[in-house]
Structure formats: structure tokens, C-alpha cells
């Protein structure tokens, strides 16, 4: 399993259009084989912050749809990126 979590940093006044502007991808990447979980969120407290959050059944599953996803000219809006990729190899409840 892989999971890729961190944050974005956009321009305070841009943040809820950057997020809105993200709803096709997450729609569909939440509907691509592989694809266990997509979010992408306005956090609550910093103004210029956006969460992400992905969680995919494999690096195979991740890299089809990297490669298949529109372009939407978010990426010029991104400030500043601190999101990692971990690598699960085993999971269960808390």
C-alpha cells in the first residue's frame, strides 16, 4: 500500500478556488483502479494550507493514473510543498 500525505501551500485568497479547482482529479482519481482513498482539503486553521491525501493499492496503481491525469494548471498556484510518500507493508485497526 502507498500513501502520500502532506501539505500545499497556496496564497491565502486562492486557497478555496485552488481547492475547487481540484474536485475533477480527486473525482477521478477516487474512481481509478488502485485508488483507495484521494482527498484534498482547506485546513481549518493556516489560511494558505491545503492537506493531501492518497492512498493507493500499489505503486503500479498510483503511476497509471499520475500518468493519465488531466492537467489543470493547478501546479502554477503551489507555493511551497511538503507532501512524502510511505511505503505500508502491513496495516490493521488501532
Same mark, same amino acid.
Given at each position: ?43 481549518? =486553521? ?5 492537506? =493531501? ?42
Amino acid at each position: 500500500m502507498i500513501i502520500i500525505a502532506g501539505r500545499l501551500r497556496v496564497d491565502a485568497a486562492e486557497r478555496d478556488a485552488y481547492v475547487a479547482g481540484c474536485a475533477e482529479v480527486v473525482a477521478q482519481a477516487r474512481t481509478t483502479t488502485g485508488c483507495l482513498d484521494f482527498a484534498l482539503s482547506a485546513d481549518p =486553521v493556516e489560511p494558505d494550507r491545503v492537506n =493531501v491525501y492518497e492512498r493507493w493499492e500499489s505503486e503500479e496503481a498510483l503511476a497509471r493514473f499520475r500518468g493519465s491525469g488531466p492537467d489543470t494548471g493547478q501546479t502554477a498556484l503551489i507555493r511551497e510543498a511538503d507532501v512524502s510518500t510511505y511505503r505500508i507493508t502491513g496495516a490493521g485497526a488501532p
